[in-house]
Nanobody, 118 residues
Framework: QVQLVESGGGLVQTGGSLRLSCAAS????????MNWYRQAPGKQREWVAV???????NYADSVKGRFTISRDNAKNTMYLQMNSLKPEDTAVYYC????????????WGQGTQVTVSS
C-alpha cells in the first residue's frame, strides 16, 4: 500500500506562485509514476503533470511552461511548482501514484485547495 499526503495549497493572486508537496509512504519502491491532477468546481478531474520513476516528465498543454513537477527521493516527496497562476488554475489538486507489483493499483491523496484570485 502507498499513502499520499498533499500540502501547500492556498490563496494567491493572479500571476503569483505556489508549491505543492506530496509526501509518499508505505511501499514506495512499487511506485512507477506519480501524477498531479486537479478538479475545478463543476468540472471533471483533469490530469496536470506526470513524473516517472525514471525521471521523465510531461505536462498538460494548459500548464506547460508555467508548472514544474519534480521529486526528492531522499524525502519521498513530489512537488508541483506553479508559477504565473491564473484564475482558471483554481481547483483541488490531487496527488496520484501508480504502483506495480505487490501494491498494484492507483493511489490518491486527500487533495489540497488552490485558489487564484483575479
Amino acid at each position: 500500500q502507498v499513502q499520499l499526503v498533499e500540502s501547500g495549497g492556498g490563496l494567491v493572486q493572479t500571476g503569483g506562485s505556489l508549491r505543492l508537496s506530496c509526501a509518499a509512504s508505505g511501499t514506495i519502491f512499487s511506485i512507477r509514476a506519480m501524477n498531479w491532477y486537479r478538479q475545478a468546481p463543476g468540472k471533471q478531474r483533469e490530469w496536470v503533470a506526470v513524473i516517472t520513476s525514471g525521471g521523465s516528465t510531461n505536462y498538460a498543454d494548459s500548464v506547460k511552461g508555467r508548472f514544474t513537477i519534480s521529486r526528492d527521493n531522499a524525502k519521498n516527496t513530489m512537488y508541483l511548482q506553479m508559477n504565473s497562476l491564473k484564475p482558471e488554475d483554481t481547483a483541488v489538486y490531487y496527488c496520484n501514484a501508480v504502483a506495480a507489483g505487490i501494491s498494484l493499483g492507483d493511489y490518491w491523496g486527500q487533495g489540497t485547495q488552490v485558489t487564484v484570485s483575479s
